[in-house]
């Protein structure tokens, strides 16, 4: 059973989509609010806000979030960039009578307890749950703040914290030391084709966001013919980017057969390293060029570069939940009960019967939501957030 509160703090981590989401509800079910931001509304879509969702903006938007917005809301059928989908949705939502006054940016969530009790204090008493939970988190310039609550959503994602590059997802030798030299999310190469064009550039893996970014740096290739792309995936396969079969998300197949169709005819200075791994960066001494020393099948190979994009896929920052008792799941790293409802799932379009206590996390009245819920598992859709938030709701009423 999922614990109703008597008291009404509710403070949601994260002022993403699912964040928002989470924010709606809670208010609506009569708890005070308080949503905590590390960067501005929509941070981690930003980041990636030149690149269009694969799912239509319906899919995107809960019928609550729909009934705020109301007819400023574009079509639902609009295939959007990300920018576009923080401009239409989540700052009109940030800024809805609802809202406005429970968001604080700049607020970074670094740890969070109950009051008193560490991970080993009282374990599975019922005292541990009538302990509030106490949240510190910093702003940019280093101050701290002390929040308090009786319930906590955790909505912060796993977009800032990309994997590592080297072999079975550890670092490569040397890839720690050079970590500020590696670009490790869908970086817009066509707006920074100053940076990019001319320059001999290693990119990294083979999910939807190196689809993306391969089929960007094709483009900036055609306007700079001398650019040099070397596209490195772990895959044999001639197609390296996993097709969906009969994908009813055209967006998604677009982009997955574009990347495909340049895996299989390569242009000129782009070329594709199959079964290849990252072993080892060492910088060039005298010059801003790393050597790249990769495995490839059963060969070495060492390439400089000026520029590396490892887009290897994206992992939850769990250090935040350090002394708390949520249950992860050992393959994921999403919250353990999830990850054996979603186990049997292959496709993320699927309606996911998910029981309410697959939903809790181990810790009573706190709630891992939203993509982070999902850990490494990238079948995370803002549609199935947001079934995800209905059955938590209708379960704490
Ligand atoms: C290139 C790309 C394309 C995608 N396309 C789609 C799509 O078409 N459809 C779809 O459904 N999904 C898509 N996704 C998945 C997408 O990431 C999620 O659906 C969506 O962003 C998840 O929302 P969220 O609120 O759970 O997490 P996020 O959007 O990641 O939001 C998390 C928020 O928490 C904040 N935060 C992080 N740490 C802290 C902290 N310690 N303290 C306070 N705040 C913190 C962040 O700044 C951010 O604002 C895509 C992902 C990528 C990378």
Redesign the pocket.
């Known amino acids: 059973m999922l614990t109703s509160s008597a008291r009404k703090r509710a403070l949601v ?7 928002l989401e989470t924010a709606l509800r809670a208010h609506t079910r009569g708890f005070e609010v308080t949503v ?4 501005r509304v ?4 930003r980041q ?1 806000g030149h ?1 269009r ?3 239509p903006l319906g899919m ?1 938007v809960s019928a609550h979030a729909k009934k705020i917005l109301g007819e400023s809301l574009p079509p639902l059928d609009a295939i959007q960039t990300g920018a576009e989908y923080v401009a239409t949705v989540l700052e009109p939502l940030a800024q809805s009578e609802v809202l406005k006054d429970r968001i604080i940016v700049d ?3 670094v740890a969070l307890a109950r009051a008193g009790l560490g991970k080993m204090g009282l374990p599975n008493h019922p005292l541990r749950t009538e302990r509030s939970f106490r949240v510190l988190a910093e702003d940019h310039a280093g101050s701290e703040h002390v929040y308090q609550a009786d319930l906590v959503f955790d ?6 914290h990309g994997n590592w590059s080297g072999s079975a997802g550890m670092p490569a030798l040397g890839e720690r030391k050079l970590d500020q030299r590696i670009i490790r999310h ?1 970086i817009d190469v066509e707006s920074e084709a100053a940076r990019f064009a001319g320059k001999k550039i290693l990119l990294l893996g083979h999910g ?2 190196a689809a ?1 970014t391969i089929v960007a740096l094709a483009r900036v290739q055609q306007r700079a013919p001398q650019t040099q792309i070397i596209w490195a995936v772990r895959s044999d396969r001639t197609k390296p980017v996993s097709e969906v079969a009969d994908d009813p998300l055209h967006e998604r197949a677009a982009v997955v057969d574009a990347a495909n169709a340049l895996a299989l005819h390569p242009p000129e200075n782009l070329r594709v390293l199959r079964r290849a791994t990252l072993e080892e960066l060492q910088t060039v001494e005298g010059s801003n060029i790393i050597k790249a020393t990769l495995k490839v099948w059963k060969t070495s190979e060492a390439i400089e570069v000026d520029e590396i994009i490892s887009l290897t896929g994206y992992r939850p920052n769990l250090d ?1 939940l350090r002394e708390t008792t949520v249950e992860f799941s050992s393959v994921t790293e999403g919250t353990r009960g999830l990850h054996k409802a979603l186990s049997n799932i292959t496709d993320c379009l699927a309606k996911i019967e998910v029981n309410p206590n697959d939903l809790q996390s181990g810790e009573p009245n706190l709630f891992i939501v ?3 819920s999902y850990g490494r598992n990238s079948g ?4 199935s ?1 947001n079934d995800q938030l209905d059955a938590i709701f209708a379960a704490l009423m």
């Open positions: 981590i994260g002022a993403g989509p699912m964040g905590l931001e590390a960067g929509g941070e981690h879509i990636w690149i969702l694969f799912s995107n607020r970074k969530v909505a912060s994602g796993v977009f800032a869908p939807h966001s993306n935040m939203g993509v982070k995370f859709l803002l549609q957030g």
